[in-house]
């Protein structure tokens, strides 16, 4: 809301500014409609003040030309830096106003144009009194969402003219989508073994075969160690997303491997699958990053992790190490299944899986790759996938370097 009002205030002063150069139009129509807005946007009183001010600047006949232009200068930049577009015509329907965020919409071809025609509705309906809020969806790529807000400018009945605010609420509706599956996608994988513990519980404490009561219990165990593991990895993706810098310090990358495959040797043997280093690393002389060695341990465990569990047995995951002045790069490549081109974007989300069925039963949380890819960002780095179904994955996690290195 307050976004919106700031803009509206920045319009009026852009408006201000477009009359003192055009001395035909009515210097007090504006101080008006900037009256207008004070009384019912109290926040921008200031603004309103600021805008009587220089009112009574431009009319002195004694004002300095070269004070004036600066003046300007100093609105035009202050409106070229917001985010929105901003559009503002008179009374009449002539457009006396465009900033240089809503100026790409008018000589924009395919997908933004319809943004343009938006823009022309929302004025016509804002200049005849009626305010619009209107979503424009651009598919892309990427794909984008705009808002077009029209308001009408009407002092004591008096229409003064209209604006049209662009906002690009993509990463607002993006980020809103997320928090909303997020609680969805945790409630369900919670309930589940939740549900199935009730179950199983139940049928134990009625169960006279000593042979189903053991296999009940097994069932048990394996659900709620399927539980501690979720619960597990929530808290480690909330310590991770809080985590400080505080704690960072050179750390060898020779290190970091070390105690990641041991942590997964046992996963590992159980499948038969073999995890190799492929790029010899001197523990003393190797590459070093800055920063937290166990989330480093925990996105590189993670990693392998993934890899064994989409694996088939007997195969074979590779991890390679590359470094280069300013980045250090360790590539884990398996054999295993793939992942289909459509969810390769979405596999770093928390709990996207891109077969369920398979994840369950391999014991998956849904929250390992998105582990990766918050310990990349917290570190300044970045995890990319590139995968062919029945071929095998290859992901790299990229760092920065130690510069004291």
């Given at each position: 809301m307050w976004a919106l009002?700031?803009?509206?205030?920045?319009?009026?002063?852009?408006?201000?500014?477009?009359?003192?150069?055009?001395r035909r139009r009515n210097l007090a129509a504006v101080k008006r409609l900037a009256a207008h807005l004070g009384r019912d946007h109290t926040p921008i009183a200031s603004v309103v003040?600021?805008?009587d001010s220089l009112i009574s600047f431009t009319s002195r006949s004694q004002a300095d030309s070269d004070e004036q232009e600066s003046l300007l200068s100093q609105l035009a930049a202050a409106l070229s830096?917001?985010?929105?577009g901003t559009v503002i015509c008179d009374r009449d329907g002539i457009e006396i106003y465009r900033d240089d965020t809503a100026a790409q919409f008018a000589s924009a071809r395919h997908g933004d144009a319809l943004v343009e025609s938006s823009i022309a509705a929302a004025l016509e309906r804002a200049r005849r009194g009626n305010s619009i809020d209107e979503e424009v969806e651009l598919f892309g790529p990427p794909r984008r969402v705009l808002m077009v807000r029209g308001?009408?400018?009407?002092?004591?009945?008096?229409l003064i003219g209209a604006i049209v605010i662009v906002e690009d609420v993509s990463e607002a509706i993006r980020v809103t989508e997320m928090r909303r599956d997020f609680i969805a996608n945790v409630s369900h994988e919670l309930k589940t073994p939740v549900g199935a513990l009730s179950l199983l519980a139940e049928t134990a404490s009625d169960e006279p075969d000593p042979e189903v009561l053991r296999s009940l219990n097994e069932r048990m165990h394996r659900e709620s160690f399927r539980l501690g593991n979720i619960i597990d990895d929530l808290l480690d993706l909330s310590r991770i997303e809080r985590d400080?810098?505080?704690?960072?310090r050179s750390v060898a990358v020779a290190d970091v491997l070390a105690e990641s495959i041991s942590a997964v040797s046992t996963l590992a043997a159980e499948r038969d699958i073999a995890v190799v280093c492929s790029t010899p690393i001197d523990p003393d002389d190797g590459p070093r990053v800055f920063g937290d060695q166990s989330q480093l341990t925990s996105a590189l465990q993670n990693l392998l992790e993934n890899s064994i569990k989409y694996s088939d047995d007997g195969s074979s995951i590779d991890i390679r190490v590359g470094s280069s002045d300013q980045e250090v790069t360790i590539v884990v490549e398996d054999h295993g299944l793939?992942?289909?081109?459509?969810d390769q974007q979405r596999i770093f989300e928390r709990f996207y899986r891109v077969d369920r069925g398979r994840s369950r039963a391999s014991g998956g949380t849904g929250l390992g790759l998105s582990i990766v890819r918050n310990v990349a960002q917290n570190h300044g780095g970045s995890v990319d996938v590139m995968s062919r179904e029945g071929e095998g994955s290859t992901f790299t996690l990229s760092l920065p370097r130690d510069a004291s290195q």
């Open positions: 009002v700031a803009v509206l205030a920045l319009a009026v002063l852009g408006l201000v500014a477009y009359l003192i150069v055009d003040d600021g805008a830096a917001i985010d929105q308001r009408p400018l009407v002092e004591s009945a008096e400080s810098s505080d704690k960072y793939g992942i289909p081109q459509a």
